[in-house]
């Protein structure tokens, strides 16, 4: 099974731009539909980004499109989410996750998540 770990998060202001970095080990990353979720405090995990294997597919939660944008390179095992004009709103943790290998069910659904990485925390200051 692949093992996902994300890098990238901090302190940011509003207005302010990140890039959320995830690494697979285990297995190719050119296998799975890659995710982004987030989490805030007192609340549920929500579906953020998902690209599908070839990266030719992109989706996005209404309220980050224009703003957030999920890349991948498979040749270096990495999915990225860079994160643009950043409003206190997308304060959170983190987590990427992939599908079933070899389907990008999980991206084109959004169900079907089924391997997550521990998250790392990214804090907007108004």
């Known amino acids: 099974q692949v093992q996902l770990r994300e890098s990238g998060g901090g302190l940011v202001q509003a207005g302010g731009s990140v890039r959320l970095s995830c690494v697979a080990s285990?297995?190719?990353?050119?296998?799975?539909?890659m995710g982004w979720f987030r989490q805030a405090p007192g609340k549920e995990r929500e579906f953020v980004a998902a690209?599908?294997?070839?990266?030719?597919?992109?989706y996005y939660r209404e309220s980050v499109k224009g703003r957030f944008t999920i890349s991948r390179d498979n040749g270096n095992n990495m999915a990225y989410l860079r994160m643009n004009s950043l409003k206190p709103e997308d304060t959170g943790v983190y987590y990427c996750?992939?599908?079933?290998?070899?389907?990008?069910?999980?991206?084109?659904?959004?169900?079907?998540?089924?391997?997550w990485g521990p998250g790392t925390q990214v804090t907007v200051s108004s």
């Open positions: 996750a992939s599908g079933s290998p070899y389907s990008d069910h999980a991206a084109a659904s959004n169900s079907g998540w089924h391997y």
């Open positions: 690209i599908t294997r070839s990266g030719g597919n992109t």
């Open positions: 285990g297995r190719t990353i050119s296998a799975y539909a």
